[in-house]
């Protein structure tokens, strides 16, 4: 199968399964779900949704198991959006790439050093520092 393909497949499904998500699906445990992205089986039989749910663990873990109670609703909404001779089975995976950021953007706030612009003009005194080469007047 060619990779063009499943990507589009991909895409496809992606799409599906956001709109669906969005839409269609009434369970409450099913809120502030986000579609990352979905990775598609060479053969089309099978497909990974990685998502992305805001909130604590337990809201996270029960959002995986709304969407997977709805799997085969979200699959038979995929069959008929896309021809194949197969609708991939759907696999839902938490992606925790924006948790990871968040974090690595905090851990980094701590270690880096404060810049030179984001001192405060206050903080910096109040006299005018110039280069000496311009002390002379000009400007």
Do not use: C
């Not at 069959?79 to 974090?103: M, N």
């Amino acid at each position: 199968m060619s990779s063009r393909r499943v990507l589009k497949v991909a895409e496809a499904v992606r799409e599906v399964v956001s709109m669906a998500i969005l839409a269609d699906i009434k369970d409450p445990r099913v809120r502030d779900v986000t579609v990352t992205y979905v990775e598609v089986t060479g053969d089309l039989r099978g497909a990974k949704v990685h998502v992305s749910v805001m909130g604590d663990d337990r809201k996270q873990h029960l959002s995986l198991r709304g969407l997977q109670s709805a799997a085969g609703f979200l699959q038979s909404k995929i069959a008929k959006r896309i021809e194949t001779r197969y609708t991939p089975r759907l696999e839902f995976v938490l992606d925790q790439g924006v948790k990871h950021s968040i974090e690595v953007s905090r851990i980094l706030k701590e270690v880096l050093p404060v810049e030179p612009a984001e001192i405060e003009p206050e903080e910096a005194g109040s006299e005018n520092h110039l280069p000496e080469e311009l002390d002379d007047g000009r400007v």
